[in-house]
Nanobody, 115 residues
């Protein structure tokens, strides 16, 4: 069974930075793509960053220029570097990966941006 484990969430002040990590239980070469989603309180889950097997990335306008997704093939891990955080970035953040026709999800990590 494939497992994804997120880490790195926490409380940060507005304007601060956090880096989230997602460690996979198998080689990330197995995945077509890897991504980060978030679910703010009372809202639906939304995509915040995606990277494909070739390294191409895409972001929604809401995080463009502030968030960066990257991956380390040797560590079977991908990351979300979040800079210039805003209160509206407060959410549970989930990593996800495409394995064949199946989406695999992590358990989520809370990010709270507050002074």
């Amino acid at each position: 069974q494939v497992r994804l484990v997120e880490s790195g969430g926490g409380l940060v002040q507005p304007g601060g930075s956090l880096r989230l990590s997602c460690a996979a239980s198998l080689s990330i070469f197995s995945f077509k793509s890897m991504a980060w989603y978030r679910q703010p309180p009372g809202k639906e889950r939304e995509l915040v960053a995606r990277i494909d097997a070739g390294g191409s990335t895409n972001y929604p306008d809401s995080v463009m220029g502030r968030f960066t997704i990257s991956k380390d093939n040797a560590k079977n891990t991908w990351y979300l570097q979040m800079n210039s955080l805003k209160s509206e970035d407060t959410a549970v953040y989930f990593c996800a990966a495409g394995l064949g026709n199946v989406a695999v999800w992590g358990q989520g990590t809370q990010v709270t941006v507050s002074s």
